[in-house]
C-alpha cells in the first residue's frame, strides 16, 4: 500500500521568506500523481501545484514550486515570498493510476504541515 | 475552478439519530465522488468512494451499515451517518472528480457533525 509521510508537523517563516515543506512517499508504481494541498482556517482544501511522476520537469505555480526526486520519493514544496495568507495546513497527496490496483483515484494524503508566517 | 457544496455546514444532533450530509458538484458532472473524514488537527482519511448508480466502495474499517452513501446522480451524492453517537463527532468532506489521474479532486467545504 502507498503511505505519504509529511516530518515536520509544524514549519514557521518570516513574511517575504521563503520555505520548504518535506514530503516522502512510498509506493511499487511507476506512474503517479503528487499534489500539495492548503487547508487554511476555515478548512477548505485547496489545491496548490500538482506533479505527474513521468515528467522529470518539477512543477510550478507561480510562488510556488516543487522539488521532485522521483528515485528518492521525495516531493518538496517551496513558497517563495511567504505571505501572511500562506498560513495554513499543508497536505501532500498521492494519487495511483486509474485502474491500478482497484484505484478509483482516491487521494492519500499525509499527516500535514502547519505553516505560521510571522510578519 | 468548479465548485462542490455540502450541506448542512454544521449540525448538531442526539445521540441516536440519523443525519444527512448532502455533497454536490454544482457546475459539473462528477463520475466519482469520495468522502473523507477529519478528525481535530489530523488528516483527511478516506471512507468510501461512491460512483453514479452503483454501491459505494468503503474502506476497511469503515462500517457500511452506519456510513450509509448513496450517489443518486452524477451531481449528488448523500452520507448518512446512521444511529449517530458521540464518537462520530467529526469533520466531513466530499471531493469529486471529472475523471483520475491527474484530473482535481474538487473539495466540498466540509461538514461539521457534533452528536450529544
Known amino acids: 500500500a502507498q503511505t505519504v509521510t509529511q516530518s515536520q508537523p509544524e514549519m514557521s517563516v518570516q513574511e517575504a521568506e521563503t520555505v520548504t515543506l518535506s514530503c516522502t512517499y512510498d509506493t511499487s508504481e511507476s506512474d503517479y500523481y503528487l499534489f500539495w494541498y492548503k487547508q487554511p482556517p476555515s478548512r477548505q482544501m485547496i489545491l496548490v501545484i500538482r506533479q505527474e511522476a513521468y515528467k522529470q520537469q518539477n512543477a510550478t505555480e507561480n510562488r510556488f514550486s516543487v522539488n521532485f526526486q522521483k528515485a528518492a520519493k521525495s516531493f518538496s514544496l517551496k513558497i517563495s515570498d511567504s505571505q501572511l495568507g500562506d498560513a495554513a495546513m499543508y497536505f501532500c497527496?498521492?494519487?495511483?493510476?486509474?485502474?491500478?490496483?482497484?484505484?478509483?483515484?482516491?487521494?492519500?494524503f499525509g499527516k500535514g504541515t502547519k505553516l505560521s508566517v510571522k510578519p | 475552478g468548479a465548485v462542490v457544496s455540502q450541506h448542512p455546514s454544521w449540525v448538531i444532533c442526539k445521540s441516536g439519530t440519523s443525519v444527512k450530509i448532502e455533497c454536490r458538484s454544482l457546475?459539473?458532472?462528477?463520475?466519482?465522488m469520495f468522502w473523507y473524514r477529519q478528525f481535530p488537527k489530523q488528516s483527511l482519511m478516506l471512507m468510501a468512494t461512491s460512483n453514479e448508480g452503483s454501491k459505494a466502495t468503503y474502506e476497511q474499517g469503515v462500517e457500511k451499515d452506519k456510513f450509509l452513501i448513496n450517489h443518486a446522480s452524477l451531481t449528488l451524492s448523500t452520507l448518512t451517518v446512521t444511529s449517530a453517537h458521540p464518537e462520530d463527532s467529526s469533520f466531513y468532506i466530499c471531493?469529486?472528480?471529472?475523471?483520475?489521474?491527474?484530473?482535481?479532486?474538487?473539495f466540498g467545504p466540509g461538514t461539521r457533525l457534533t452528536v450529544l
Open positions: 497527496a498521492y494519487r495511483s493510476p486509474p485502474g491500478y490496483g482497484g484505484s478509483q483515484g482516491n487521494l492519500i
Open positions: 471531493s469529486a472528480s471529472i475523471g483520475v489521474g491527474l484530473h482535481e479532486q474538487f
Open positions: 457546475d459539473f458532472q462528477a463520475t466519482t
